[in-house]
DNA sequence: CTATGTATGTAATATCATAACACGTCAAGA
DNA sequence: TCTTGACGTGTTATGATATTACATACATAG
């Protein structure tokens, strides 16, 4: 996974989307879970945008295609993609984004442009080596990290 | 900095809490800012224990000491403190604590133990650097990060 | 002493999230 | 085949977190 990040970069994003679906697909069948209407809507919806939507945007997007429009209906396919690796929680929005390369293993860390919301996920293994190697120090056992930074992505740094 | 995180470890928390009001006291006066009795007591009221305490849970404090008891009491009093530097905001928790040495410019990280729920504060220079470089590979320029560590902490960890 | 900026108090409301229960579907085993 | 149990979905209701807007009080510079 050397690229850096493409969300900032103009990219064939139908087919990063499909793509992303595609292994999303092969991820839930080699776990035996299900990929539902629900569950696969929400994580197209993820996938159309590199941003981060909150749970009842996706919720109001659901209830316009017939699905149910309570906030249960979102938050549960929410959950389930994000335990399957295949959605993100970004804690610093209270907002989710489908993962750009699942089935991976990666410690990912999330990019948000504080001016166009656009959300990239970037690689953050030494970032989480040196929290994990940090916290040893105080004798502390990382189990899941949140590495998020706020900042201004290439295009809007180019704009202002 | 070199202290790996006391949080964890038997402390003279009196002496640890005081000493960080001190230096609050400090920070505020070279800011030009004003510590004024709510804003005091809520860092005494996050520095009691090293843990995160919601926002509505100090403003319960709060009500039953004589102050406003409505939500924007809290809140107002908390995010003057983290635009000081004298708390943070755990980002996992929607929850606040207060920083451990306040004055000092540090890239914090912060380890939460998921058993008893101490919050530590450690040092994340290293992780940040990580996080910076790898941003700087997309392009994007970090102005703030969130660097927080879900897991076990030593004590805990004893006792699974 | 008074004008000005800043802090506090309060009401109302917005936003984010979960508990609890009912119903439907589907597949495994009696 | 029938039944049972696990799972997914839908819905109601509620809880938890956070902000907007406006009124009042207070400190300090002029």
């Known amino acids: 996974m050397p690229d850096p990040d493409l969300a900032f970069a103009a990219h064939d994003h139908a087919h990063c989307a499909h793509d992303a679906l595609t292994r999303a697909e092969a991820?839930?069948?080699?776990?035996?879970?299900?990929?539902?209407?629900?569950?696969?809507?929400?994580?197209?919806?993820?996938l159309e945008e590199h941003k981060a939507l909150g749970a009842y945007d996706v919720l109001a997007r659901l209830a316009t295609e017939g699905f149910g429009n309570q906030p249960p209906v979102a938050y549960r396919a929410l959950e389930f993609l994000v335990e399957q690796g295949l959605a993100h929680r970004i804690q610093r929005l209270n907002?989710?984004?489908?993962?750009?390369?699942?089935?991976?293993?990666?410690?990912?860390?999330?990019?948000?442009?504080?001016?166009c919301h656009t959300v990239a996920e970037a690689e953050a293994?030494?970032?989480?080596?040196?929290?994990?190697?940090?916290?040893?120090?105080?004798?502390?056992?990382?189990?899941?990290?949140?590495?998020?930074?706020?900042?201004?992505?290439?295009?809007?740094?180019?704009?202002?």
Do not use: K, W, Y
């Open 27 to 46: 991820v839930t069948a080699a776990a035996g879970a299900r990929m539902t209407p629900v569950r696969r809507r929400v994580l197209e919806i993820l």
């Open 95 to 115: 907002a989710f984004t489908a993962c750009v390369h699942p089935g991976q293993d990666h410690a990912p860390a999330f990019l948000i442009c504080r001016t």
């Open 125 to 160: 293994t030494a970032a989480r080596a040196s929290l994990d190697a940090e916290a040893a120090r105080a004798g502390f056992q990382v189990e899941r990290s949140t590495i998020e930074a706020l900042g201004l992505c290439p295009n809007c740094r180019g704009q202002a």
